[in-house]
């Protein structure tokens, strides 16, 4: 191990000669003996292989920026959640500023995935996607449950469009605080989007992520 990795284990938590330590490689998890520790590397013998956890279920959140402390605490709880890839989506309401900082953002959001992963004892870390304009997102997306949250009264119950079979894939897609607009509605709408209501209440986005993730993950999660 070297690195931020190496500086964390060996200075902020002052490990050891002897300790152990679960070790992963983002495929599979290893319990491992420290052998040695020195300023900027840290050696482990493994010593056993552990069982992991890998989720049945492949999730993308397409996730309009917010205020970046919304937003930081929505991709911790994304990751804890389970969720495979991560877009950040440039809506048409998202506050500009925040669009022109959010690419210097990008190591940052990176480092909040891993430690929130390690946290939860995630095998494998969420992807980070580019800054994406929302139409751009929305057609790269093919197959399985694809759900657009909205705010419309004529939009189902996210508990009804998850009856049924389960499949092996499924995206959200979360709008800003100023909700979508109608062209992004129907960008989603034409690449096979489905939208979906969360209850009569209005959601902050980064409750939303959390409301919709655990209800996607009763419903068709077979773990």
Request: aromatic letters at 6%.
């Amino acid at each position: 191990m070297q690195g931020d990795a190496a500086h964390h284990v060996g200075r902020v938590l002052r490990a050891q000669a002897g300790q152990l330590y679960e070790v992963s490689d983002g495929a599979s998890v290893w319990l491992g003996r420290i052998d040695n520790v020195s300023r900027d590397r840290v050696e482990f013998e493994l010593t056993e292989q552990l069982p992991g956890y890998l989720a049945n279920l492949e999730t993308t959140v397409l996730l309009a920026v917010v205020k970046f402390d919304a937003f930081e605490w929505a991709l911790e709880k994304a990751t804890e959640l389970g969720v495979n890839r991560i877009v950040p989506l440039a809506a048409t309401r998202c506050e500009k500023a925040l669009l022109a900082a959010s690419p210097r953002r990008a190591e940052r959001w990176k480092r909040i995935l891993l430690e929130a992963a390690q946290q939860c004892r995630r095998v494998k870390l969420p992807t980070l996607a580019a800054l994406t304009k929302p139409e751009a997102a929305f057609q790269t997306q093919k197959s399985g449950v694809r759900v657009c949250l909205s705010e419309s009264r004529d939009a189902r119950p996210l508990k009804s469009i998850l009856a049924g079979a389960p499949v092996s894939s499924a995206t959200l897609a979360i709008g800003p605080e100023g909700g979508w607009t109608d062209a992004e509605f129907s960008a989603a709408r034409g690449a096979g989007f489905e939208e979906a209501s969360l209850g009569k209440l209005i959601l902050r986005t980064e409750t939303a992520v959390i409301a919709s993730l655990a209800a996607l993950n009763y419903a068709l999660s077979s773990d």
